[in-house]
């Protein structure tokens, strides 16, 4: 790629805490790289796949394309069945969102069982699941402009 890519961002501040640790392993990652990016802020995981399709959809008005995508966010099993169908649906929403689109995409979704486990992956030094999904959006425009598609 010519000029640094365009990242969107779309994070979901359901869990602030790890909110905060998936942003950061990201936003270290793209500024390390020069990379410029805006973030999107949206209440639960669920509406990750939603914001990346309006922030990425060719019929999109506003600005500058971006060239890809990266979702974050956290969901904790509790006592329920509503774990697996928030895990499921989102995670299957990010990867039709790439797919429809043909963008590319880094998926920090975090789907943990204990909140020590969510803790443990979302940090910066130690998981990093904020910065290894923004280094896979980094590659994945790579392989795109590596395939001649524009």
């Not at 602030?16 to 950061?24: G, Q, R, T, V, W």
């Not at 999107?40 to 939603?50: D, K, N, Y």
């Not at 169908?85 to 880094?106: F, H, I, Q, W």
């Amino acid at each position: 790629m010519s000029t640094a890519p365009y990242i969107l961002i779309v994070e979901s501040r359901f869990y602030e805490e790890i909110a905060n640790d998936l942003l950061k392993g990201a936003t270290d990652v793209l500024t390390a790289a020069k990379v410029k990016f805006d973030i999107v802020t949206v209440p639960g995981i669920l509406e990750l796949p939603a914001a990346a399709m309006f922030g990425m959809h060719p019929d999109r008005r506003a600005g500058q394309r971006y060239d890809g995508f990266i979702a974050l966010g956290c969901a904790v099993k509790g006592e329920t069945d509503h774990y697996e169908y928030v895990c499921n649906e989102s995670m299957a929403g990010v990867a039709r969102v790439t797919l429809d689109l043909k963008v590319p995409s880094g998926n920090g979704i975090l789907t943990c069982p204990t909140w020590e486990l969510a803790q443990d992956r979302a940090d910066p030094k130690r998981g990093d699941v904020g910065g290894r999904a923004a280094r896979a959006c980094l590659r994945m425009i790579d392989v795109k402009v590596d395939f001649g598609i524009q």
